[in-house]
């Protein structure tokens, strides 16, 4: 702290570790003004707790000598609080001052967060020269220049992308590329064996998982599951079991979101609807209950590793070197772990703040079970919905769970392979969509809301999401709920120039995707997986922008 010209007053104790926090927090991002009204509150209320019934040192400054540095970086700081307050905006204030300090250090070089993109990795350049073709390296180089353009303007950290054709023998690789780096503090280079968290993207292979015991005849879909009431395999597949709720309500903290604890506690909780009443989606009961439907744990994960191995041999057919998919991060795997924007405090770092407070009040204790002061007060502040916020997928004892259906890490070539594999052996109407007239989308639970934009959501076969085509040919944020009608089933077996085909696959919440584009003479599949995500939503930018590419391109 004296480094930066603050001295705090002799022979009192304060807690600078606190004021760090608060001082870069406030520093990370403005907020418009009903956006910042809850966190507001909640400082103000900490703040008030803390003159009332802390220590008397708190009751007075423990400042006594603020250079004069300090007192002109805190007036620029209160100027663009106030102007983005008063225009109603947010406004990256470190940023800011970070790229201000970095042009008047280093007048000759732009200022940047991120190190200079360059070319895309050289596993991917000689990937690119060994397939050859005009076509292939005319798409490669298109889709290159769009990432490094998003990587460029920041709506991009890091990225895999991957495209096959396969509709013809055999398949080809038309594109394949990493670039960018793993994390705004490990700047390291994504490269084509980077894993990256594939989080809803999970569901999918759990699908698959479930498909392949249908087609081995291990599995029916009339089937029930021990649930109250009961649900068949069809309805928890589909998104209709009725149990689309956040968390059952014995799942309190971390420490709980164990495998076989969740099963058990999902098995003991009730339904939130009658099944088969409407198609929502299953956020985070999903592969939980396909575990169930599976018959338990060991043989949900013999089927797990034998949808994967039919990846692993699409993969070495078309010679793509691609770590195995896998529930947990191998032991020394790099990781491009999901990212909030830089400018942005994330989840994590406002509860931590928050309940760094409430321990200096002393009401917020560590407990014998291991829970610790910050999660305590992230529940007691922030509900459950935090047990399941982006923003901790990141953490390494996050990682170390198997949480199927909520997370998996992989790549982008090894999620190719696996729907190029998968799209072979299929049931006949896994594609059917089982959607109602009955969007769901404004009936969610509240404590559901916060995680979840659930627009793009509302479609699904056995397991499949099906996304129409206006998700990416909207050149702005995509339709709102309701607008555009969903494609029918036609328009999956043969493609018109008035109905053009809808995708198979699945989308995340960040942006990331793994789809099948149906066509007539070059279906393709496409894998694009991205690390950031925050309230600017570039990663679905970055994701439509992909495809409408591709469409043009086709």
């Known amino acids: 702290m004296k480094v930066i010209g603050i001295t705090f007053k002799e022979g009192d104790v304060f807690e600078p570790l606190m004021f760090l926090n608060f001082t870069r927090f406030c520093s990370r991002e403005t907020q418009p003004v009903e956006e910042a009204k809850g966190q ?9 707790d803390l003159y009332q019934r802390g220590p008397k040192r708190f009751k007075k400054s423990p400042f006594d000598v603020m250079s004069g540095d300090m007192t002109y970086f805190l ?7 106030c102007v983005s307050s008063q225009l109603h905006a947010r406004h990256p204030v470190m940023q800011t001052m970070f790229d201000r300090s970095m042009a008047a250090l280093v007048p000759r070089s732009p200022p940047r967060l991120l190190p200079p993109l360059g070319s895309i990795t050289a596993g991917c350049a000689a990937s690119a020269a060994s397939t050859g073709g005009r076509s292939r390296a005319s798409l490669q180089d298109r889709l290159g220049q769009l990432l490094e353009e998003f990587y460029d303007q920041g709506d991009l950290l890091g990225a895999q992308l991957c495209v096959l054709r396969v509709g013809r023998r055999p398949p080809k690789v038309l594109a394949d590329l990493a670039l960018g780096v793993c994390g705004w503090l490990q700047q390291e280079m994504v490269t084509p064996s980077t894993l990256f968290n594939l989080l809803d993207i999970s569901k999918l292979i759990v699908s698959f998982a479930l498909l392949d015991l249908l087609r081995r005849k291990k599995l029916k879909l009339s089937d029930q599951l021990p649930l109250k009431p009961p649900v068949t395999v069809e309805q928890v597949l589909s998104h209709r079991s009725g149990y689309w709720q956040l ?26 609807e009658a099944p088969n009443h409407a198609q929502r989606y299953h956020h985070s009961s999903f592969g939980y209950l396909c575990t169930l439907a599976a018959g338990g744990t060991q043989n949900f994960l013999e089927a797990w590793d034998e949808v994967c191995r039919s990846g692993a041999q699409m993969a ?3 010679s793509l070197d691609a770590p195995p998919l896998s529930l947990t991060v191998p032991s020394g795997a790099a990781v491009a772990a999901p990212q ?7 989840f994590a770092e406002i509860a931590d703040m928050v309940a760094n407070v409430y321990v200096l009040l002393g009401e917020v204790k560590e407990e014998a079970n291991g829970r610790s002061c910050a999660e305590t007060a992230r529940k007691e502040l922030f509900g459950r919905e935090h047990l399941l916020d982006r923003s901790l997928f990141s953490l390494p004892e996050t990682q170390s769970k198997i949480m199927p259906g909520l997370q998996s890490f992989g790549t982008s070539r090894a999620l190719c392979a696996l729907l190029g594999a998968m799209e072979r052996q299929l049931p006949e109407d896994a594609l059917r969509s089982r959607k109602d007239s009955h969007s769901g989308v404004e009936e969610l639970a509240t ?5 979840l934009s659930l627009e793009e959501f509302q479609d699904f076969g056995l397991g499949i999401q099906l996304v129409p085509s206006s998700y990416w040919r909207d050149t702005k944020d995509g339709p709102r709920p309701g607008q555009v009608p969903y494609q029918s089933l036609e328009s999956f077996i043969g493609e018109t120039a008035e109905e053009p085909q809808a995708a198979w696959g699945h989308l995340a919440q960040n942006g990331s995707f793994v789809l099948m584009l149906p066509h007539q003479e070059q279906p393709m599949v496409v894998s694009l997986l991205l690390n950031m995500s925050g309230r600017k939503k570039s990663g679905p930018k970055v994701a439509k922008a992909v495809l409408r590419a591709i469409h043009q391109h086709r």
């Open 340 to 346: 909030g924007e830089v400018t942005t405090p994330d």
């Open 75 to 81: 007036k620029a700081l209160d100027l663009l609080w």
């Open 447 to 451: 404590e559901v809301e916060p995680l």
């Open 316 to 318: 070495a057919e078309l």
């Open 40 to 48: 507001v509150e909640g400082f103000m209320k900490a703040g008030d």
């Open 247 to 272: 968390l059952p309500p014995e799942i309190q903290h971390l420490s709980q979101l164990d495998w076989e604890q969740l099963l058990k506690a999902w098995q003991s909780c009730e339904a939130i």
